[in-house]
């Protein structure tokens, strides 16, 4: 029996479908209460007083919370410098302080959700205005205004690379190409906004259930603001509307069992449920990171890369959320998936007013992959050479040197990936070498009508990196008595929509060949699973798969043993990583990556400055497909995903004030916008320790569509397009139809 490998249908699509699954928001508990948030609505500011008497004579308000009644008033993934509700009477330093639109500064719960909006606008707020920093450079700036004074600068971190002789390689080089690249905010734009209810269970437990992507994490977070010990605090997941990274960091888990917790306190044992608006969530939770990027590259005439030196500028906005870690990973990969023997890197993130920046898919690679292949679409342009035949002399192969000095991880398949891709979009492998397909870039009926091509390719790390403990928990309990007649398989990990715990179900019956009827999943509850890590870095199937398995043969072995029931219990860890070297960032970086290439198809409107993309292609190596319908669907989202992302999202910050705060104004694709035909190229190139050779892959077709499209933009039109989104004006004012000025 084998079950990897085929497209089982979801565990989740028939209550999917039918409506029966749960999201948060769909939970209702008996007796329930509303909350609404008072959101600080300026980018920087000390709050002087709070006045929230007017709100709590409002017939039906419950409660109404601010600063002083949070115990331990700060959180945070990696640093704690964020506070629950900004304000008076806490005891961390500055939590008086706003730092972004979307701070929270007040908690109404009421008999209704109308009371309490209700209650909320009538909480008055003095401030004392702040000086506002919207913009990296200038936050780095040695007068800058500090946004938290405590830390004594604007740089929330950097790193830096130095392998080899970079001016001495530069000297010796034939052509060199330099220039800078800026990428923008995005907005996950998840389905189902931030909701969720926070209760007392009936073991005295403060118990949320919310939608996030580590429950564990989350349980950490709210115990250490709550002052409370770990194990009376639960979190669970019900079904989870989307993510993208956008669940990693706190949004409504916290102040839910803020809530529940204070309101037992006051013997009102009542449900707090809350679901925020669209607007809400645009400026309640983080995006992904803009970044500008510098860049100079040099190569020799035959096409061997030799130096590369880059300068990453970072935006964290308000806060730090994933932001060293999501630097540390543009800091990798800003140098491609290519072997280049002379490397340095400056990377920075740093604090503005701006709404806070962390974890969305790719997580730093999109950013640094964008300028690192457009810089080798260039070389090739300069050198007169074919794209993938320059990147096929440079690609990384077994036993390549990465630019943090070390080797590789074993599984290395870019060159596999890069070839399917090549040859699906109509390049020729000849005896000289790789030779592009010819496109006749003017339309002669429609001659506004332009067309191009573009190729490029990346790698992304598997699983944390840098250092970052890295484990996995599962339990496996086999039940019957002559035999296994049912499964449960215990497992905190997330499924975010991605199909994660079909994966599961599949590991563990291939495993203990068991048909999959015979597999029940717990999942997501602190209460009854351990730690799994979080649903992000591409890694759940990666670390699941490797968990569930192990788990499952030491129950099997325990059922060979006469145990009835028998359980397993394991933890997978992989191999260690190492931290950057703080001189030369010599570094074990990741345990494994995975690799993919992509090519697009476009057409360009030069009257209206309208990109269509007809063709996506993407060959990624995904190294086992457990479940190949799941495969080609993470392909299909993520690069449509990066589609909306190059072209079209274009998410716009005034004076750290958002102004597309809804999805009227902040346009995302439709149905209409996927190109006509999507070709998903399913590499299954077995990772060396991946659980039967799978690897991770949520992530991989996100990582090169947005160059692909910049280089078939140049082809089409012959710019080159160093910024994007590529919105109609700044087509046209690439394209010299329209004067310079700010699309705000």
């Not at 000297?171 to 990428?183: K, R, S």
């Not at 709210?222 to 079904?239: D, K, N, S």
């Not at 790789?434 to 598997?462: L, M, S």
């Amino acid at each position: 029996m084998t079950i990897l490998g085929q497209s089982v249908q979801r565990v989740d699509a028939v209550g999917k479908v039918t409506g029966k699954t749960l999201y948060p928001g769909d939970l209702n508990f008996p007796d329930q209460l509303y909350m609404k948030v008072y959101f600080a609505k300026r980018p920087h500011a000390r709050i002087v007083s709070i006045d929230t008497s007017a709100a709590e004579k409002v017939p039906g308000v419950v409660a109404v919370f601010t600063a002083k009644d949070v115990p331990v008033n700060e959180y945070g993934l990696g640093i704690y410098d964020q506070p629950v509700l900004c304000g008076l009477g806490s005891s961390k330093p500055y939590a008086d302080r706003v730092r972004f639109i979307g701070d929270q500064v007040a908690l109404v719960i009421a008999e209704s959700e109308e009371i309490a909006a209700y209650a909320r606008d009538l909480i008055h707020v003095v401030y004392e205005d702040l000086p506002v920093v919207d913009n990296p450079l200038d936050a780095m700036r040695e007068d800058a205004v500090l946004l938290h004074p405590d830390r004594g600068s604007n740089v929330l971190t950097r790193y830096r690379i130095r392998k080899g002789d970079v001016e001495k390689a530069f000297a010796n080089a034939d052509v060199i190409v330099e220039d800078e690249y800026v990428t923008p905010v995005q907005e996950h734009a998840f389905l189902q906004p931030e909701a969720g209810v926070g209760l007392i269970d009936e073991e005295g437990r403060v118990t949320v259930y919310v939608a996030g992507q580590w429950a564990h994490k989350d349980q950490e977070q709210i115990a250490h603001a709550l002052g409370l010990p770990l194990e009376q605090v639960r979190v669970v997941y019900p079904a989870i509307g989307g993510a993208f990274g956008g669940r990693e960091d706190m949004s409504v888990q916290i102040i839910l069992a803020l809530a529940a917790w204070r309101l037992y306190q006051r013997g009102i044992h009542r449900p707090v449920k809350i679901v925020w608006s669209r607007e809400e969530s645009i400026i309640g939770h983080h995006k992904r990171h803009p970044y500008r990027i510098r860049a100079r590259w040099g190569a020799t005439r035959e096409g061997k890369l030799v130096a590369a030196e880059m300068e990453l500028i970072a935006d964290s906005g308000a806060y730090a959320y994933t932001s060293p870690k999501v630097l540390g990973n543009a800091t990798l990969m800003c140098t491609g998936p290519y072997e280049i023997p002379n490397v340095k890197v400056d990377s920075y993130a740093v604090y503005t007013n701006n709404i806070p920046n962390g974890a969305f898919r790719g997580f730093g690679g999109p950013q640094a992959t964008f300028a690192a292949e457009m810089q080798m679409n260039k070389l090739a342009e300069k050198l007169g050479m074919d794209p993938v035949e320059l990147r096929m002399r440079n690609i990384l192969r077994e036993g390549s040197i990465l630019s943090v000095g070390t080797p590789v991880p074993k599984g290395v398949s870019i060159e596999e990936v890069l070839t399917g891709c090549a040859l699906k979009a109509g390049w020729q492998k000849t005896d000289t070498g790789w030779r592009a397909p010819e496109i006749q870039t003017v339309d002669a009926q429609f001659p506004h009508i332009r067309r191009g091509i573009g190729i490029a390719c990346a790698f992304k790390n598997v699983g944390f990196s840098f250092g970052a403990p890295e484990q996995c928990w599962a339990t496996v309990e086999l039940i019957g008595k002559a035999e296994i007649e049912k499964v449960r398989v215990y497992h905190a990990g997330a499924d975010c929509g991605q199909g994660a715990h079909t994966v599961f179900a599949q590991f563990a019956a291939e495993t203990l060949g068991v048909p999959l009827e015979k597999i029940e999943l717990i999942v997501s509850d602190t209460a009854t699973t351990l730690n799994s890590g979080s649903a992000s870095a591409s890694r759940m199937t990666f670390m699941a798969g490797n968990a569930i398995k192990g788990a499952a043969e030491i129950a099997l072995e325990n059922w060979k043993n006469e145990e009835r029931p028998a359980k397993g219990t394991y933890q997978y860890r992989p191999p260690r990583t190492t931290p950057y070297d703080p001189e030369t960032g010599k570094s074990e970086p990741n345990f494994a990556y995975g690799y993919v290439a992509e090519a697009a198809e476009v057409e360009v409107d030069t009257e209206t400055g309208q990109i269509e993309v007809k063709r996506l292609i993407c060959a990624d190596d995904v190294g086992k497909a457990v479940n190949p319908q799941q495969v080609v669907g993470q392909i299909e989202g993520a690069v449509v995903q990066a589609l909306g992302y190059t072209i079209m999202e274009n998410f716009v910050q005034k004076n750290a004030v958002p102004l597309t705060t809804t999805l009227s104004t902040y346009l995302i694709p439709t149905i209409l916008d996927v190109p006509e035909k999507i070709d998903s190229i399913v590499v299954e190139h077995p990772d060396p320790i991946g659980p039967y050779g799978a690897r991770g892959m949520g992530e991989m077709p996100y990582m090169a569509v947005a160059p692909a499209i910049c280089s078939a933009v140049k082809m089409a039109t012959g710019v080159w397009m160093d910024e994007f989104p590529l919105t109609p004006e700044r087509v046209l004012r690439a394209l010299g139809e329209l004067e310079e000025e700010s699309e705000a």
